[in-house]
Nanobody, 123 residues
Framework: VQLQASGGGLVQAGGSLRLSCAASGRTFSNDVLGWFRRAPGQEREFVAAITWNSGRVDYGASVKGRFTISRDNNKNTLYLQMNSLKPEDTAVYYC?????????????????WGQGTQVTVSS
């Protein structure tokens, strides 16, 4: 299984970015896919998750209402649309997946991780 994250960059506060995560290596129909982030000196934080088949979603409290997770089944790609970005959103963002659970937002429950993409929001 391989996950390739992309789309990070530098943006001003209030701006938007869309992250992508291309998944390959097997079928993901039973997977939960998630986005997590880690800011310098902080613990890994849950951002958003979605089930590949039903599209069930959930968001971390700090991003709810600003970020939207989605997936394109035909392209095997996961997305994270980030709007109204704040300096505190600055972090390395990782996509991850697991098929061991029908639903989870716990980072240690995820088996495969992408390499991370840096998002920097300037004030």
């Amino acid at each position: 299984v391989q996950l390739q994250a992309s789309g990070g960059g530098l943006v001003q506060a209030g701006g938007s970015l869309r992250l992508s995560c291309a998944a390959s290596g097997r079928t993901f129909s039973n997977d939960v896919l998630g986005w997590f982030r880690r800011a310098p000196g902080q613990e890994r934080e849950f951002v958003a998750a979605i089930t590949w088949n039903s599209g069930r979603v959930d968001y971390g409290a700090s991003v709810k209402g600003r970020f939207t997770i989605s997936r394109d089944n035909n392209k095997n790609t996961l997305y994270l649309q980030m709007n109204s970005l704040k300096p505190e959103d600055t972090a390395v963002y990782y996509c991850a997946t697991t098929n061991r659970y029908s639903w989870t937002v716990v980072p240690t429950s995820y088996d495969y991780w992408g390499q991370g993409t840096q998002v920097t929001v300037s004030s």
